[in-house]
């Protein structure tokens, strides 16, 4: 296991930022496979979607960014999220894009060598689900 560490800044979508070092990553040589290790930091805005929910509902207002969790793969990225509100109140659910960084978003992502984390549509959910293989 390699570890790459990421700093985003004011501005940037966490999801689309993701995505994009990890495209980058693998288009210099890291492995097909990573997953997110460690996350903290604040978002201006956020887009998480709840569990049957077909839409993300989007919320406006300093959110810290508690925990962010999973895979990032050639054929795009699984992530979920919890956020905090000024009071303390805590949601979380699947990343959209539209989490947009308010200060800073400090990430510790895992690449997995020997490993290949692909999409594909799955009959019985309906969604594109993590098809993983060892290499």
Do not use: N
């Not at 040589?29 to 997110?36: F, T």
Request: net charge neutral; hydrophobic share 50%.
């Amino acid at each position: 296991m390699d570890v790459h560490v990421l700093r985003l800044q004011p501005g940037d979508d966490l999801r689309g930022a993701l995505e994009a070092a990890f495209r980058d990553l693998h288009a210099a040589g890291a492995p097909a496979a990573a997953c997110v290790v460690s996350a903290v930091g604040s978002l201006s805005q956020a887009v998480l979607r709840y569990a049957a929910e077909p839409q993300g509902l989007l919320r406006v207002e300093a959110l810290e960014l508690l925990t962010l969790s999973g895979t990032l793969g050639v054929g795009g990225v699984h992530l979920h999220a919890s956020v905090a509100d000024a009071r303390g109140r805590v949601s979380g659910g699947h990343v959209m894009p539209g989490c947009v960084v308010r200060t800073t978003a400090e990430i510790v992502l895992a690449l997995l060598p020997g490993w290949s984390f692909e999409r594909a549509l799955d009959a019985g959910t309906g969604f594109k689900e993590l098809v993983a293989r060892r290499l």
